[in-house]
């Protein structure tokens, strides 16, 4: 069976010397050179602007440890990137689906990226459960806040996918589902959250079993 292509995310704590124009373009243009990337990306959260996250898509881990392995091209990067965060990163990978090339990232003026933390030993029946349960409420989502009701809201389809690294969240070790959701715009995301539907939905999340708490924010990617 082929690896599935997975979603590098790289979460940074920006000084306020931080170099938005030159350091991540550049960085981006590394990593589109390298085999096995397909798509690099990156934003800063709307909710707080010394947070930025880098979005790198893969062919698979395997493709991600071998850039990271060839120590020529990669320790210059990472030299390059070390100096625009305030703590060490810690780069996860998300098997997206669907995939995050072409999608929300690549097409939404602004993106939800809601982190779903269950714990560490959560089954893969739970698992099973929990992501059936995710996609029913996108239905209700795409429904009420799409074309069919007139309102228009969304754009591209939605996305979700584990952690394939274990994160932590209070404390302890989390099993995580990461869910991205594009909107036309924040305001359209908060216009939605003020809906009938949006209120009689939202308990089938906050229901999930095991459910440890959640994390949001926006973004709106420039990708290279």
Sequence with gaps: MAAAPVTELVDFA?????????AFPAACATLTQQPGCRAARYSRHH?????????????????????????????????????????????????????????????????EVLHVHFPADYSSEQERATVKTIREFFAISQKAAGKEEGTDLLVGAPTLGWAVEEREFKGEKARVLVVMIGWKSVEAHMQYRDTEAFRESIGMIRGLEGLKGMGLYHVACAKA
């Design 14 to 22: 920006l000084p306020p010397s931080a170099d938005l124009d030159t």
């Design 47 to 111: 909710e707080d602007a010394s947070k930025l996250t880098l979005f790198i898509d893969w062919d698979s881990v395997s493709a991600h440890e071998t850039f990271c392995a060839n120590t020529a091209v990669y320790s210059p990067f990472y030299a390059s990137l070390a100096p625009l965060s305030t703590t060490a990163p810690s780069p996860y990978h998300v098997a997206l689906d669907p995939p995050a090339q072409g999608g929300v990232l690549d097409v939404a003026p602004a993106v």
